[in-house]
């Protein structure tokens, strides 16, 4: 039984119900679609470095830890670079703090650009920058590595008149199998302070 107190409704009413409707979900999806990027950026922040734009621990841990996966299900060759700037905190101490990380700039911008793009760089803290080198074996790698350390040395942050050469002593390995990423860390790390001590029997 109908309501003796019930509307009919007209056409006009309904489409103006539906255009509400309408517009509602659009403004909900819009509402979605921002927080999506918001998150996106989020996440895009909490993997970065500020200082240098490259990956930051985090950022590049995640990234090796991909990369040992990898590794260890198809057995692609992966290299593993560690780099430690030399004699940086003589560049602290003589030019002061932010002359500093212009420097920690400059390295990093060097060293994302004589890698490629599918390639890892990241800043693990301090001045010890990290690389992730797809498709090189051992021997590749470590000439590689002789490269990017040529290629800073040819490359001092000019400032103003100021020539402040940049150096850095670089670990080398490569990915094995049954890797975790702290094996992997731990074998460039002490490859780096091999490099390290060879360097300063030369100079």
Not at 65 to 77: I, L
Not at 145 to 174: C, D, F, H, N, W
Not at 192 to 197: I, T
């Amino acid at each position: 039984m109908k309501s003796a107190f019930a509307r009919p409704v007209s056409g006009g009413d309904l489409r103006a119900e539906l255009d509400e409707l309408r517009s509602e979900v659009q403004r909900l999806a819009a509402e979605l679609e921002e927080m999506r990027a918001r998150a996106s950026t989020l996440e895009t922040l909490a993997l970065e470095d500020a200082l240098t734009g490259l990956l930051n621990r985090r950022g590049f841990l995640r990234d090796l830890a991909r990369a040992c996966a990898y590794r260890a299900r198809y057995g692609t060759p992966v290299a593993l670079m560690l780099a430690d700037l030399d004699r940086f905190k003589p560049i602290n101490d003589s030019y002061g703090h932010d002359v500093g990380d212009r420097a920690l700039a400059h390295v990093a911008g060097i060293l994302r650009h004589n890698v490629r793009a599918s390639d890892s760089v990241g800043r693990l803290g301090g001045d010890e920058f990290g690389l992730i080198i797809w498709q090189v074996d051992a021997a590749t790698a470590r000439r590689k590595a002789r490269s990017l350390q040529t290629i800073l040395v040819e490359s001092p942050l000019m400032l103003g008149g100021i020539k402040i050469g940049l150096a850095a002593s670089i670990g080398v390995t490569t990915l094995r199998a049954d890797d975790a990423p702290e094996d992997a860390l731990m074998r460039a790390d002490r490859a780096m302070y091999r490099d390290k001590a060879a360097r300063a029997r030369r100079s």
